[in-house]
């Protein structure tokens, strides 16, 4: 493996003279996304377990990966996101409450009912992309979208990332080799941790970590300690400042690992060894976090038992508003498959229209059938 | 004999095979030793060591490339694709390569396999875990393509698939995984491809379906003899390519009222080959236009997936229709 970055130690310190570029609000911000996003998994773990949603990713060990790569980013930059990115959303602001109504497919959801949960997409107050399920499909997504930027001039950086599984994909082969031949403003952020449900890393490639792979691509790239949240910071800081300067892409490994299961489907005891799990426990990300923030004196006991009760309550109250909000309307199955509604898909909408109040299932605000 | 839920029979059926003869391999995403996201491959890798089934890297391309070469080269390789709607990075792959190897080599080189892969939806799986694309195959000549409903279909068929000179794309209706169960044989037997499952009999309605819709029609038929007397004739018709074209027209003589019912889109779908079929072959029986029961022409949906998927009043609808004409 290649040289990794980490700026936080294990006992929270850093070099002297260390400057993270954030003020300590800032700071305190990035810690609480941390909670943010185990309350989210914490909530959505307990409604799907009750049968209110079908399924949910947790992100438990890779908050600082998310974390960090966010804060590294512009409101003016694209996120790329995997479905495991709840934390570069809840960063830049994305409300709970809106990620909650995709999680409950609800009339309000973005995406109006129509994806599995936690497939997110947002444009404001920053671009994070509408997730697919297909893996590795939106790297090349990411390329062309940077292209854009870079024939208009902007200096947007487009940060897309994926998972150790999604480098074996065709789109991550395509998507790193336009990209260093068009040398667009991309940042590759390859989120290693550990395993893809259940293969692991060692069979999932036989390179000495993913970094290395820029290489035969012609790209540089950056091993980094992804429980590290400054370190993933600086990683993606530095990226992206030579894509704004016209330098092309560069591809970020960030070490991690993944202490839950793949989804709320999956049961990893059957095959991730309890001693890497044991190993992992003692890296916590948030943990490594608060004892550099102690050592800041920005971390007390009570602020942290404060932190916990809101983020929870602020989640707890998204979940429930979202569980109220009704169903989206049946007019939701056809639409948007065009921009414009063609005879056919209008002729099979009304058919349902029809049936449904025949029925009596048509269901609360449904009026006439509006497309 | 054993009662077996489908998940169970596709088991049993991936053991027999493999203990039968030693060229079987499985692989694929996650097939090792978590048995596959559904359990299909449970107990395969400790039973025939991590050289006959074991996970691959993420790649559908790779899965399908490789198991190709290996079915040139002596191997009997079953790939699992882990959800159909994933199978397109391999889309290439099948189309172009398994499906034409024979073709083009003038018979020299061949691809028997199977790539098994579960479709359909009823599990709140969204846009990518719900799809029904045995349309996009079925138009592939040199591929066949197999889709059981029973316990007992998904075993025999499952075996008939391993032992075929071709590549079979051999899709599982994961709506049907756990929700049925049947009696199964124990060790080896075939049901033949390219044949069609009389369902139940019946003179008023033919109605042609396969996969997750089986049960659905199923229902509606007992509602139309119990609410209006009308006898469906139920045909499953579990290989669609090549297809037993004969069996298909035979069954529209009987009744001369056709229904056919799929989850699939209705546009290009399987509906209107079997349509396509009977208004060429014997359009003359036939007492009332064809009607198909459909999913819609949109993506798949989430939240209102219920709606999207023909249920059995919608069946029934259309059983009434055609019998009322
Ligand atoms: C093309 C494709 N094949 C298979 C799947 C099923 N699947 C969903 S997630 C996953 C593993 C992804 O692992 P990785 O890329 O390492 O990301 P992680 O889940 O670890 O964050 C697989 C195989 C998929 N979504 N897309």
């Given at each position: 493996m290649t040289d990794m970055l980490t700026v936080i130690s294990s006992t929270g310190a850093t070099k002297k003279g260390y400057d993270a570029g954030l003020s300590d609000e800032e700071l305190l911000h990035c810690y609480r996304t941390m909670l943010l996003v185990r309350s989210f998994d914490e909530i959505c773990l307990k409604l799907q377990r009750s049968g209110r949603i079908g399924f949910s990713i947790p992100n438990l060990g890779i908050e600082a990966t998310q974390v960090g790569a966010a804060s590294a980013l512009r409101k003016t930059d694209w996120i790329f996101p995997s479905y495991r990115d709840f934390g570069m959303a809840l960063y830049h602001g994305i409300p709970a409450l809106e990620m909650m109504h995709n999680m409950f497919g609800n009339a309000e959801d973005a995406a109006k009912g129509r994806q599995m949960p936690v497939h997110f997409s947002f444009v404001d107050p920053i671009h994070f992309y509408s997730i697919s399920s297909p893996i590795g499909t939106h790297l090349p997504h990411a390329v062309g979208a940077a292209y854009a930027s870079q024939l208009r001039q902007e200096d947007t950086v487009h940060l897309v990332s994926f998972g150790d599984g999604g480098t074996s994909s065709c789109g991550f082969h395509s998507?790193?080799?336009?990209?260093?031949?068009?040398?667009a403003p991309v940042?590759?952020?390859?989120?290693?941790?550990?395993?893809?449900?259940?293969?692991?890393?060692?069979?999932?490639?036989?390179?000495?970590?993913?970094?290395?792979?820029?290489?035969?691509?012609?790209?540089?790239?950056?091993?980094?300690?992804?429980?590290?949240?400054?370190?993933?910071?600086?990683?993606?800081?530095?990226?992206?400042?030579?894509?704004?300067?016209?330098?092309?892409?560069?591809?970020?490994?960030?070490?991690?690992?993944?202490?839950?299961?793949?989804?709320?489907?999956?049961?990893?005891?059957?095959?991730?060894?309890?001693?890497?799990?044991?190993?992992?426990?003692?890296?916590?990300?948030?943990?490594?976090?608060?004892?550099?923030?102690?050592?800041?004196?920005?971390?007390?006991?009570?602020?942290e038992d404060q932190m916990r009760k809101e983020t929870l309550a602020e989640v707890d109250a998204a979940a429930k508003a979202a569980q109220k909000v009704a169903k989206p309307g049946l007019e939701t199955i056809f639409s948007d498959v065009y921009a414009e509604v063609p005879a056919h898909i209008r002729q099979q909408g009304e058919f349902l229209f029809d049936l449904s109040k025949r029925r009596g299932e048509a269901d609360a605000g449904d009026g006439e059938f509006p497309l | 004999m054993a009662n077996l839920t489908l998940i169970q029979a596709v088991n049993d059926g991936l053991k027999t095979a493999m203990r039968a003869d030693e060229s079987v391999v499985m692989f694929g995403e996650d097939v090792g030793p978590k048995g596959g996201v559904f359990l299909a491959t449970e107990g395969l890798t400790a039973e025939f060591g991590k050289g006959r089934c074991f996970d691959t890297p993420l790649s559908e391309d790779g899965i399908i490339g490789t198991a190709i070469g290996m079915a040139m080269n002596g191997l009997r390789p079953v790939a699992e694709i882990q959800f159909q709607d994933f199978i397109f990075p391999a889309f290439d792959q099948i189309v172009s390569e398994a499906a034409k190897l024979r073709y083009r080599s003038g018979g020299q080189y061949t691809a028997p396999m199977v790539i098994r892969t579960p479709y359909g939806g009823g599990i709140r799986g969204g846009l990518y875990h719900s799809q029904s694309g045995e349309a996009y195959f079925a138009h592939t000549a040199g591929l066949k393509v197999v889709i059981p409903s029973t316990p007992h279909d998904a075993k025999g068929l499952l075996l008939a698939s391993i032992q075929d000179p071709d590549p079979v794309l051999f899709m599982e209706p994961k709506a049907l995984y756990r929700s049925v169960k049947g009696e199964v044989p124990e060790g080896e037997y075939t049901v033949d491809l390219s044949t069609l499952r009389t369902v139940r009999e019946g003179r008023d309605v033919t109605v042609y379906c396969y996969g997750a819709m089986v049960p659905v029609v199923e229902k509606a038929a007992a509602q139309a003899k119990e609410q209006r007397g009308i006898d469906c004739l139920i045909i499953d018709l579990r290989t669609l390519l090549p297809l037993d074209e004969e069996g298909v027209i035979e069954a529209a003589k009987q009744t001369g009222r056709v229904v056919v019912v799929h989850e699939a889109p209705r546009f290009c779908g399987y509906g209107a080959e079997i349509s396509a079929m009977i208004a060429e072959r014997c359009i003359e029986y036939m007492e009332a236009p064809v009607k198909r029961v459909t999913g819609f022409d949109t993506p798949f949906p989430n939240t209102l997936e219920h709606h999207y998927l023909p249920d059995e009043r919608r069946v029934l609808d259309a059983i009434e229709a055609v019998y009322d004409f």
């Open positions: 998507g790193m080799n336009f990209a260093a031949v068009w040398k940042v590759f952020l390859c989120q290693n941790n550990g395993y893809a449900i259940s293969c692991p890393s060692d069979e999932q490639t036989a390179s000495d970590g993913y970094a290395i792979k820029a290489e035969a691509y012609g790209m540089p790239h950056q091993t980094v300690d992804g429980n590290d949240l400054l370190a993933v910071r600086q990683a993606v800081l530095d990226a992206s400042e030579r894509a704004r300067k016209g330098e092309g892409p560069t591809l970020i490994e960030a070490v991690t690992f993944r202490m839950g299961g793949h989804s709320t489907s999956d049961d990893p005891t059957k095959y991730v060894p309890k001693e890497i799990v044991d190993k992992w426990k003692k890296k916590d990300p948030v943990e490594r976090f608060r004892k550099f923030l102690e050592k800041r004196k920005l971390w007390t006991q009570k602020l | -």
